[in-house]
């Protein structure tokens, strides 16, 4: 089974840089499109940043464009989401999200697998 296990998160300043970083487990990663989502309090679920199974397509919320940006590394099967000029906005859990390309799907195998999270504290 796929495991994606994050790791980066922590308490920054104000104006920081931060890097978060999710490890794919159990499956081919390049069979997988992956994305970040994060989810602060009081507000609902939001998707941030996602990059296709083959690395050529991007997208983010507009809230974080030109701040955030994921790329993946094939040869560690991990995602990354540089973070930049940090707000107190981006004080949320991030949560790795990794969705199999259909046509690699395998019955027995989850199509979508989330990660447990990391906790991410933007201070002043």
């Known amino acids: 089974q796929v495991e994606l296990v994050e790791s980066g998160g922590g308490l920054v300043q104000f104006g920081g840089s931060l890097r978060l970083s999710c490890a794919h487990r159990g499956d081919t990663f390049a069979n997988y499109a992956m994305s970040w989502y994060r989810h602060a309090p009081g507000k609902e679920r939001e998707l941030v940043a996602s990059?296709?199974?083959?690395?050529?397509?991007?997208n983010y919320a507009d809230s974080v464009k030109g701040r955030f940006t994921i790329s993946r590394d094939y040869a560690r099967s991990t995602v990354q989401l540089q973070i930049i000029n940090l707000k107190h906005d981006d004080t949320a859990v991030y949560y790795c999200n990794a969705k199999v390309v259909p046509a690699f799907a395998r019955p027995d195998y989850p199509t979508e697998v989330w990660g447990s999270g990391t906790l991410v504290t933007v201070s002043s």
């Open positions: 990059i296709t199974s083959n690395g050529g397509k991007t």
